[in-house]
């Protein structure tokens, strides 16, 4: 996914899309911001990402482009122009960050039976 196709998604979520000239040259700066946050909660520090123009491919999971960064975007975009809207927008791309990170961090493990026996009531007191 590219950074054009980040910003297209935060377009259409301000409603803004025949505005795009007026947004397009703050966009890159503010990915190159937002992007090692989204790094960060990925697990993939170890790489820099380099947004220079919005022709730039973003290698990160598509959970995180599709999902969390149009908000974040969209939320810097409109910081001075809708103040109120811009706090939505940031408060989505806070909990999908969020979200996302649960998810990555969380792990399945088998849970073993302590108590032993009582998986088929050869032990227990109703028998």
């Known amino acids: 996914m590219t950074a054009e196709n980040i910003f297209e998604s935060a377009l259409k979520l301000m ?6 000239a007026e947004y397009s040259a703050r966009a890159s700066g503010i990915l190159r ?13 170890d790489t820099l990402l380099d947004v220079s123009e919005l022709s730039y491919t ?5 959970q995180l482009l599709d999902g969390v960064a149009p908000y974040g975007l969209a939320a810097h975009l409109l910081l001075e122009e809708n103040p109120a809207l811009a706090s939505f927008f940031q408060a989505r791309y806070e909990e999908g960050l969020a979200r996302f990170e649960r998810r990555r961090l969380a792990k399945w493990e088998s849970i073993s039976n302590v108590y032993g026996g009582i998986e088929f009531s ?6």
């Open 15 to 20: 409603d803004a899309v025949e505005d795009a």
């Open 33 to 45: 911001v937002l992007l090692p946050e989204l790094q960060r909660a990925a697990g993939t520090e």
């Open 58 to 62: 973003v290698d990160l999971p598509e």
């Open 122 to 127: 050869s032990f227990s007191r109703w028998t």
